[in-house]
């Protein structure tokens, strides 16, 4: 039987689509460690993130809000001047803060992309931190420890920050339930980090000369994103330049269905897959299995292929709002508590996990701000989720979406693209869209009554875009924004001011 004080263990992979997990269907990948995890737990096959962007997405895990709530639109750039307690969660609630205030060690490992990484995100203790959001080299990367810097040579990142969450785990204060979170730099499949081979990966001579099976052509809305010529002397970590937005299109072209580059990628996910293992078979030499509710995501899930797409929505115009993109993995267990073996088609969103995490550890005296997220906490024990509307919501600056279980309506900003229906029972991959059909006019009415209500609802006017309000430090569509809102409109750095609460609770 668990504690009824459990530690949390969540793991967020670095733009793994759900697609590249065996438990997900995927047989030329190899990922046993998560499989098995998902044989141990329960895995959802419709999980979806809130912007399909790494840094957005992140701060939606951490602090259970929408990017038009917590102003959070794109990746926020490397080389953005940040004062040393820049950290765009620290003016809300967040899960790692709530747990700290009611007698949890905290922890994070990994990936930050949230401000400056230099000093701990809000709410954590222990911080072993990526010093960039960006990963350009799996291989020569400065790590900052508990405030000192210390560079990785030779070793990959995702190996070095198993290693990291492993000793977290047996050095851990054992007078408290921890939370950690690890933040995995992997695997990535962005260029130009898993361009051709990796023969630095242990695990690239089990995929190399495989043939992995072929994905349809490039799509055409990437096609048309290369307006200028590759530039072959682009630093690859230069980034918000149209030139290198150009370049990372060029790169997909490069890229798609190369049998070298297929095999790096499984070679990568294998070995986030192996760092999987290493830390669940770390809980298990502790005793702490039976203790820990262990969740696997991802920030989201960036295509490498599939249905001809790449990267990030924001890389064309408009943004592709496809299932490849926003659908994640979830895997949630706590042997002996939550079902095993499960499988569920429930849609969830990754603004329910925060709710769902404090309803699992009892704690209810918490609200998440005015977060849309709902606990689906009950299904982990095989309970049922009375009311639970099917529906998830998600948004890339210019286009918001509802996904339902039957269709999936995008409305695009006025003036910004056509508006999208997709009828997912008879096109599940999503190639046809039948907005404009008359005999489907009244789907759209509804699905856009939906958006309507719900940005209506949840949207802070600060962080709206649709509605003349700002963003944090960057957007995609700059230009987009200024001429419609006028010389006095910008992205901003100011945040509010930090959300605080007393130990104990309250």
């Known amino acids: 039987m668990g ?4 530690n949390v263990l969540m793991i967020v992979t670095d733009n793994q689509s759900a697609d590249s997990l065996g438990c997900y269907g995927n047989v030329e990948h190899e990922t046993p460690h998560t499989d098995r995890m998902a044989r141990e737990g329960t895995l959802f096959l419709r ?3 809130t912007s399909a962007t790494c840094s957005p997405t992140r701060a939606s895990i951490l602090t259970g809000l929408m990017p038009s709530q917590h102003g959070v639109h794109l990746a926020l750039p490397d080389n953005l001047p940040q004062a040393d307690d820049y950290d765009v969660t620290r003016e809300f609630r967040t899960l790692p803060a709530t747990l700290a205030a009611r007698g949890w060690q905290t922890g994070m490992v990994g990936k930050w992309h949230l401000g400056n990484p230099r000093r701990p995100g809000h709410g954590f203790e222990h911080w072993v931190a990526f010093a960039k959001g960006h990963t350009t080299d799996f291989y020569d990367n400065v790590v900052l420890r508990e405030g000192r810097e210390h560079r990785v040579r030779g070793t990959h990142i995702v190996d070095h920050l198993t290693d990291e969450a492993v000793a977290f785990l047996r050095d851990r204060d054992r007078r408290r339930p921890f939370f950690l979170q690890v933040n995995y730099d992997g695997p990535y499949v962005l260029p130009p980090t898993v361009v051709g081979p990796d023969p630095r990966n242990r695990f690239y001579q089990r995929f190399a000369g495989r043939t992995f099976r072929p ?5 055409p809305a990437i096609i048309a994103s290369l307006i200028l010529p590759f530039d072959f002397d682009l630093d690859p970590a230069e980034e918000y330049t149209l030139e290198s937005a150009v370049n990372n299109a060029w790169w997909t072209v490069r890229m798609h269905n190369d049998q070298a580059t297929r095999a790096n990628i499984a070679a990568q996910n294998a070995l986030v897959d192996d760092g999987v293992g290493r830390i669940l078979a770390a809980l298990d030499e502790e005793g702490l299995a039976g203790d820990t509710l262990v969740l696997l995501t991802t920030d989201q899930g960036n295509p490498y292929g599939q249905r001809g797409l790449w990267g990030h929505p924001v890389w064309t ?6 299932d490849v993109t926003f659908r994640v993995p979830l895997i ?8 095993a073996n499960r499988v569920t088609d429930t849609m969830v969103s990754h603004v329910d996990l925060f709710p769902t995490i404090l309803d699992r550890l009892g704690i209810d005296d918490v609200e998440v701000g005015s977060s849309p997220g709902r606990s689906f906490a009950p299904l982990l024990v095989g309970e049922p989720l009375p009311g639970w509307a099917e529906e998830v919501y998600f948004e890339a600056e210019t286009a918001r979406t509802v996904r339902t279980p039957t269709h999936r309506f995008t409305k695009q900003l006025d003036g910004t693209g056509p508006d999208e229906l997709f009828d997912l029972v008879a096109d599940p991959e999503q190639w046809d869209n039948v907005a404009g059909r008359p005999e489907h006019e009244a789907v759209v009415g509804e699905l856009g009554g939906r958006i309507d209500r719900f940005w209506d609802r949840y949207a802070d ?3 709206d875009l649709w509605r003349g309000g700002t963003a944090q430090a960057m957007v995609s569509r700059y230009l987009v924004f200024k001429g419609r809102y006028g010389e006095g409109w910008d992205v901003t750095t100011e945040l509010g001011p930090r959300f605080t609460e007393a130990p104990g609770g309250g």
């Open 47 to 49: 999980a979806f993130c």
């Open 3 to 6: 504690s009824d004080r459990p």
């Open 215 to 219: 994905f349809p052509p490039v799509d």
């Open 461 to 463: 006017p600060r962080y």
């Open 332 to 339: 949630v267990r706590q042997p002996g508590t939550v079902t």
């Open 317 to 322: 115009d408009p943004p592709f709002m496809h």
